[in-house]
C-alpha cells in the first residue's frame, strides 16, 4: 500500500521569508508519481508539479523549486520570499503508473500561512 | 472556459432529501474522479471513470451514485445522507493516454461543491 506522510501540520512565517514543506513517501512500485498541489481557501486544488520516479531533477519554477531525493524516498517543495498569495493548503500525492486512471494517494497537507 | 467545473458551489440538503452534484470538464480528458474531503482528513478517492466506465469503487456507501453518461460530463447522485457526509466533495479529470511510461496522467480538479447535510 502506498502512504504519504507531510508532517507539518502547520506552518507560519512572515513574508519574505523561505519555507520548506516537507513530504516522506512510501511504495514498493519502482514506476510511480509525485504531485504537489496547492489548496487555496477557494477549495480548488491547483496542480504545481509532477516527477516520474525515474526523473531525479531537481526543479525550478520562479520562486518555487521541488527536491526528490529517492535515497530518503523525499519530494520536498520550497517556496522562496514567500508571499500572502502563498497562503494556502499544500497537498503531496503519489500515484502509480496505471494505464486505468491514477488513483492518488494524498499526505493530510501543510496549512502554510504568510503573514504581513 | 475553466478547465473542470462544478455545480452547486455549496448545497444545504436534509437526510430525506435527493439531491445531484455536477461535474463537466472542457479539457477533452478521459477519465474522471469523484473526491471526498472531510475536515481533518486526507482527501478520499470515491469513484474512477475511464473511458466512461467505472473501473474503482472505493467501499463507498450506495447512497452515493456516480454516473458518467459521456467523458465530459460527471454527476454524484445522493439519497438520505448522514450528517457525517457533510464534506467538500472535488470532481477532477485527466488525460489516459495508455502508455504507463509516458502518461500525461494529471489530474486536474474542480473547485469542489461544499455539501452539508442536515
Known amino acids: 500500500a502506498q502512504k504519504v506522510t507531510q508532517a507539518q501540520t502547520e506552518i507560519s512565517v512572515v513574508e519574505k521569508e523561505d519555507v520548506t514543506l516537507d513530504c516522506v513517501y512510501e511504495?514498493?512500485?519502482?514506476?510511480?508519481?509525485l504531485f504537489w498541489y496547492k489548496q487555496p481557501p477557494s477549495g480548488e486544488l491547483v496542480f504545481l508539479i509532477r516527477?516520474?520516479?525515474?526523473?531525479?531533477q531537481n526543479e525550478i519554477s520562479g520562486r518555487y523549486s521541488w527536491n526528490f531525493q529517492k535515497s530518503t524516498s523525499s519530494f520536498n517543495f520550497t517556496i522562496t520570499a514567500s508571499q500572502v498569495v502563498d497562503s494556502a493548503v499544500y497537498f503531496c500525492a503519489l500515484s502509480l503508473g496505471e494505464t486505468s486512471g491514477s488513483r492518488l494517494t494524498f499526505g493530510e497537507g501543510t496549512q502554510l500561512t504568510v503573514n504581513p | 472556459e475553466t478547465g473542470v467545473t462544478q455545480t452547486p458551489r455549496h448545497l444545504v440538503m436534509g437526510m430525506t432529501n435527493k439531491k445531484s452534484l455536477k461535474c463537466e470538464q472542457h479539457?477533452?480528458?478521459?477519465?474522471m474522479y469523484w473526491y471526498k474531503q472531510s475536515a481533518k482528513k486526507p482527501l478520499e478517492l470515491m469513484f474512477v471513470?475511464?473511458?466512461?466506465?467505472?473501473?474503482e469503487n472505493n467501499s463507498v456507501p450506495s447512497r452515493f451514485s456516480p454516473e458518467c453518461p459521456n467523458s465530459s460530463h460527471l454527476f454524484l447522485h445522493l439519497h438520505t445522507l448522514q450528517p457525517e457526509d457533510s464534506a467538500l466533495y472535488l470532481c477532477a479529470s485527466s488525460h489516459l493516454d495508455g502508455r504507463v511510461d509516458q502518461s500525461t496522467d494529471t489530474q486536474y480538479f474542480g473547485p469542489g461543491t461544499r455539501l452539508t447535510v442536515l
Open positions: 516527477r516520474n520516479s525515474f526523473d531525479e
Open positions: 471513470y475511464s473511458l466512461e466506465e467505472r473501473v
Open positions: 511504495t514498493r512500485d519502482t514506476t510511480y508519481y
Open positions: 479539457l477533452g480528458h478521459n477519465a
